[in-house]
């Protein structure tokens, strides 16, 4: 997708090149809204993150740690790879990916959608509370530990360990899971997960078949401490 | 018949090494097959500021006038990177305890007393609740592994961030809070389901090591406009890396937690065996900051067992700007309270031992989510008395102080300290009481 030139304003294309990360983010979160451009990341950290509003930002090139962190109403578009722990912590909007991204995507995150158009790296949707991820290619090994809720959905492969300590969350998958971590087990694929996955699938602009995916979600077996009796 | 007489026997002799806690413990196990968790810090003996003394002024040092002449306590905690760095009217600050180990009474008892007397409070491993924060002047948010509660709204009302590395009572691991406590209000602010045995995890799911930190680091700044100081705590295992490494990721504040440092609850032989105790951990961590020319530039704030303004004058002393109390404000609020001795009864234990936090009964209404028990726990009155504790901490801490010849309590040394036990005097790094001899030196 490119921006349309006729929506930007005049400042606003944010040049990290020449302006300072601290002068970036100050100008996109003093915006309620709007649609941004931020030229030249070069792998940059903490690109675009606690932004507040329902503003539109594009990130053209790679972005690096953290970007998008704890976006709150605000779409963000990184046109390249993301580094680290993209949109750790959302609470709402949208944050895209159009290449790969590192591990940690979606760590912690509690609400809104985060769309990775290639690969996640390990750890994907590590400690959910509540967001929606979907992953064009594979994730990595223990993708969803301790997810608590929210949903993930990988086109690809998962790596090992998926899952592991699951709470609420529900993982989708079309492809090969290497293994399942502690506690999380393959469930049935009932109407209302196909919708759920087929509803995901349509707003993160993905083209695929609600019914290849299987889903898996936890066995609830840890989540008490198990007491013997005996004296 | 006649009596023969009596062979003399050896009288009943029980082991020192398997002695009545030992054995109850052996039996409780096999009984139950679960590890026992508990609240609070090590148990056990260990050297500790107790085993130090001050050497009062005489002919070599010129005392201050008790109640005449001016002895500052004020200090300024994070003006290495924020624009609004935090200044406390007393170095003796509260401890991060979470909403759900510690009632909501509780936590507002502990921002009201706080704020009285002129120091901060902090959050826990359960997010900031309205009631802390409306009643808290100062307060730090910390920022830990599990992320419950956690969201970018709280965090910009935070007057400063404490990203949560260790736990002086469990290094190396997480949180615990049982299914008793989490009722519907902590479910939901920990995005759990209600009911479960809710297990932290121990590492930050987003960043490994200290370079990670770093960009982390960078990320609640810019989130937060730079605002406010960011802490960083460490349990006390190995101080000297530790806290130079927290210097390196960039925190403003290091806290170092020594292992009588409580907990709300964990497994008791992490408490017992893991960590090292606060006053062995002091001076090392001063040397990091001294190394790096940091000592005064970042503050160190030591926690673990500070129970009384002599020891908050001997962490001083030994080069902390600032001390944190935990267990001692709880006790100040009214836990472990001898008015309740029948109710600790009931529960199988008494006044002064009782430890079972994570099971959300206690009778003083500190550790729990049951409604009726929390209501024993009036928050404006706890943190009258909690400010009332901290007020006298103040004043000892500015009595000693006065007798070493200081004007600001920041001023005592180490060499206004000697040590009661070879033990002390090394970790410390203070020579032996009547001696010029500091063992290790």
Redesign the interface.
């Known amino acids: 997708m490119s921006i349309a030139a006729q929506t930007l304003r005049p400042n606003a294309a944010l040049d990290l090149g020449a302006m300072s990360l601290r002068e970036v983010n100050a100008a996109l979160k003093a915006e309620s809204e709007g649609v941004f451009d931020v030229l030249n990341p070069g792998g940059a950290h903490a690109v675009a993150c606690g932004l507040n509003a329902p503003v539109e930002v594009h990130v053209r090139g790679h972005a690096g740690y953290y970007a998008a962190g704890m976006n709150r109403l605000a779409s963000v578009t990184i046109h390249g790879n993301a580094g680290t722990g993209v949109a750790e912590n959302m609470m709402s909007g949208l944050v895209r990916v159009t290449g790969d991204a590192s591990q940690s995507a979606g760590a912690t995150a509690h609400g809104g959608m985060l769309v990775i158009g290639g690969d996640a790296s390990a750890r994907c949707g590590i400690s959910m509370k509540g967001v929606e991820i979907v992953v064009g290619g594979s994730v990595g090994h223990m993708s969803a530990f301790m997810a608590q809720a929210g949903a993930l959905a990988v086109l690809g492969d998962a790596g090992e360990a998926l899952g592991d300590s699951l709470y609420e969350a529900r993982l989708y998958v079309r492809g090969a899971v290497a293994s399942l971590g502690a506690d999380c087990i393959e469930k049935e694929m009932r109407d209302e997960h196909r919708a759920q996955l087929a509803d995901m699938l349509a707003r993160a602009g993905m083209d695929a078949d609600p019914s290849a995916f299987r889903r898996y979600g936890s066995a609830r077996k840890l989540y008490n401490f198990k007491i013997d009796n005996a004296y | 018949m006649t009596e023969q007489p009596r062979i003399p026997r050896t009288v009943p002799r029980k082991s020192a090494t398997f002695d009545d806690a030992t054995l109850a413990e052996i ?1 409780r196990a ?5 590890y026992d968790i508990r609240g609070g810090g090590a148990k056990r003996k260990l050297p500790h500021f107790d085993d130090l003394l001050f050497l009062g002024a005489s002919m070599s040092r010129y005392p201050l006038e008790g109640y005449r002449e001016a002895c500052s306590t004020e200090v300024v905690l994070g003006d290495r990177h924020a624009k609004n760095p935090i200044t406390l009217r007393t170095p003796i600050t509260i401890a991060g305890m979470s909403f759900g180990s510690l009632s909501a009474q509780a936590k507002e008892a502990l921002g009201r007393g706080a704020t009285l007397a002129g120091t901060s409070t902090t959050t826990g491993d359960g997010g900031m609740t309205a009631e802390e924060r409306g009643h808290s002047k100062t307060l730090v948010y910390q920022y830990l592994p ?2 419950y509660g ?4 709280d ?1 910009r009302k935070a007057d400063a961030i404490e990203v949560v590395v260790g736990q002086g009572a469990k290094p190396g691991g997480g949180g615990m809070l ?2 008793q406590k989490i009722n519907d209000r902590v479910a939901q602010m ?4 209600k ?3 809710q297990r932290s ?1 121990c590492r930050h ?3 490994t090591g200290p370079d ?1 930190l770093e ?2 680091i ?2 609640l700044r ?5 605002r406010v100081p960011i802490y960083i705590k460490v349990g006390a295992s190995r101080p000297y890396y530790d806290v130079a490494l927290s210097v390196k990721a960039g925190a403003d504040v290091v806290v170092l937690d020594g292992m009588q440092g409580g907990t709300a609850a964990t497994q008791d032989v992490f408490i017992e065996h893991v960590g090292i105790p606060t006053i062995a951990a002091i001076r090392p961590a001063v040397q990091a900051l001294k190394d790096l020319g940091m000592h005064r530039k970042v503050q160190l704030i030591v926690s673990g067992g500070v129970r009384s303004g002599a020891d908050a004058a001997k962490a001083l002393a030994l080069g902390a700007d600032a001390v944190s109390i935990g267990t001692a404000a709880l006790v100040a609020l009214g836990d472990n309270d001898p008015r309740w001795e029948a109710d600790y009864q009931a529960l199988g234990t008494t006044a002064g031992a009782y430890d079972d936090w994570h099971e959300g009964r206690d009778p003083a209404g500190v550790t729990t989510q049951d409604p009726a028990l929390a209501a024993r726990l009036d928050p404006v009155a706890g943190g009258r008395r909690l400010a009332n504790y901290l007020n006298v901490m103040t004043l000892e801490l500015q009595t000693i102080a006065r007798a070493c010849g200081k004007s600001d309590v920041r001023n005592l040394e180490p060499q206004d300290l000697c040590a009661l036990t070879i033990e002390a005097a090394a970790m410390a790094g203070v020579p032996l009481a009547g001696t010029d001899w500091t063992p290790g030196r």
């Open positions: 039996r096999a009984a139950t097959g679960i599990s992320r956690m969201n970018p709204e965090l049982l299914g920990r995005t759990l389901p009911g479960v045995d995890a799911p987003d960043w990670d960009i982390k960078l990320e810019e989130i937060t406009d730079w």
